[in-house]
């Protein structure tokens, strides 16, 4: 599709234009570097605060933690993970949802990707930055963490290539190394206009450095559009590949209902579902409280509202299979895991998990929903519930529930669980207070593209 047909489509398309009619190169540019170089008004400060109040939250848990070692937590000699892999299969699917959206909407040119995948992005290094430390906390001397690494050894230690955590460790870095450069050079022609409309000495030094001296020449331009090209192309399927090894963490083991060949696109899907939940509640506090309505409007909310009803759709065709897959192989540990799972101990999770993941999406086959925010909000907030409900039920019924009915133990979570993750969400808002404080939240120089190619060109 050619950059006319995309301003027609954009113009003609009866849902809505995915960048409001009035914008211009100057309103845009206006606008959103306004933001970043203002003065940070009490909302911002008032929402730092209470984030600093989770990240100090998180410190103590894991000064405690590190004092007193894994104790601390609910766990016991059959239930060996609890919530400190919960929060990280948690945290690092939200995290590989968005550089897989924005990398994947890229790629199939789809104009109305452009106000949302920057914030998409961010949360992307964040929550994949949170997820990490959960292994490492979870090792129980994590002074150590270093052994994992591959390095000239004289003590002749080396990592066991057979451990799931070892993937871990390369697959999380890796992630996060092309993340961030994919997130920093598109930012670096926004870099460059805070650098020229920067008021003060210390800004304009600050973003220049930032900016790498860009010039908004063609060479530079040039440059810029095949290193985006190439970091978007490898991005989708090393996002693809890192989740199906955190999926690969349970199903090389032989623990009754992780025994599934469905976990690799399994979780690489369900990382999909709750980015794109995260994404939705993130897009409409920003839009609502930067009043970005401009440029994120009902177009976006209502593509992201389909994609969310498109992935509840395979979500629950994998919990189907979940069940079927048993009954029809006939195994008889696997089916008791099945029952057991859904009139156990752990029945409230695994059905609040149906109701959050499967039944409550299906509101977005309403176009007044896909188009209401605080609807879409509520819908939101309850996939992020039911997603990390999903990673309960998978870690701690599935170590409840092993093959001798004798080493059966139920988990019972601590105050300290509950304080890291807590904590963990905190600091996630904290980092997103930083981001949309000191840089560009949507990217000036796509928008200012998109208002050239329907013709509104100052």
Aim: aromatic share 16%; proline share 5%.
């Amino acid at each position: 599709m050619n950059r006319e047909a995309d301003a027609r489509w954009m113009e003609e398309d009866d849902r809505g234009p995915v960048l409001r009619p009035d914008q211009t190169y100057a309103s845009i540019s206006h606008h959103v570097s306004d933001i970043v170089l203002r003065p940070a008004g009490a909302g911002w400060w008032w929402g730092f605060a209470l984030s600093s109040l989770g990240v100090l939250l998180f410190i103590v848990a894991v000064v405690y933690l590190l004092d007193r070692g894994v104790g601390i937590w609910g766990l016991n000699t059959t239930v060996v993970w609890g919530f400190d892999i919960i929060n990280y299969v948690w945290w690092i699917g939200i995290g590989n949802a968005g550089t897989l959206i924005s990398a994947m909407l890229y790629l199939a040119r789809q104009p109305w990707r452009t106000s949302i995948n920057r914030f998409a992005e961010a949360m992307t290094i964040f929550a994949a930055s949170i997820a990490g430390l959960f292994p490492l906390l979870h090792l129980g001397r994590p002074y150590v963490f270093y052994w994992l690494a591959p390095y000239p050894s004289t003590l002749g230690v080396w990592p066991q290539f057979r451990s799931p955590l070892v993937w871990d460790m390369f697959a999380i870095l890796t992630y996060i190394f092309v993340s961030i450069l994919f997130w920093y050079t598109g930012m670096i022609p926004d870099f460059a206009t805070l650098r020229d409309r920067a008021k003060t000495r210390g800004a304009r030094v600050a973003y220049g450095i930032l900016a790498l001296g860009w010039q908004g020449s063609a060479k530079h331009w040039q440059r810029y559009e095949t290193a985006y090209v190439i970091m978007a192309a490898l991005a989708v399927p090393l996002v693809v590949s890192v989740h199906s090894v955190v999926g690969y963490d349970f199903s090389t083991a032989v623990m009754p209902g992780w025994r599934s060949t469905i976990f690799a696109p399994f979780f690489v899907v369900g990382a999909m579902f709750s980015g794109f939940a995260m994404v939705i509640l993130i897009t409409v506090a920003l839009r609502s409280a930067f009043r970005l309505h401009a440029f994120v409007t009902e177009r976006h909310l209502d593509a992201m509202a389909k994609i969310l009803l498109a992935a509840s759709l395979l979500m629950g065709y994998s919990y189907g299979m979940e069940v079927f897959m048993p009954w029809y192989e006939g195994d008889p540990d696997d089916w008791r895991d099945v029952l057991a799972r859904m009139s156990g101990p752990y029945a409230p999770a695994y059905w609040g998990m149906i109701f959050c993941n499967v039944l409550t999406p299906q509101l977005c086959w309403s176009r007044w929903v896909r188009h209401n925010a605080p609807m879409l909000v509520l819908v939101a907030v309850l996939v992020s519930v039911g997603m990390w409900l999903e990673r309960y039920v998978i870690v701690v019924h599935g170590l409840s529930h092993g093959f001798l009915p004798a080493q059966y133990r139920l988990f019972f979570p601590t105050r300290w669980d509950w304080a890291m993750l807590l904590g963990s969400v905190g600091l996630f808002l904290w980092f997103f207070f930083l981001f949309v404080r000191f840089a560009p939240m949507v990217p000036m120089h796509e928008l200012r593209r998109l208002a050239h190619e329907l013709g509104r060109e100052r």
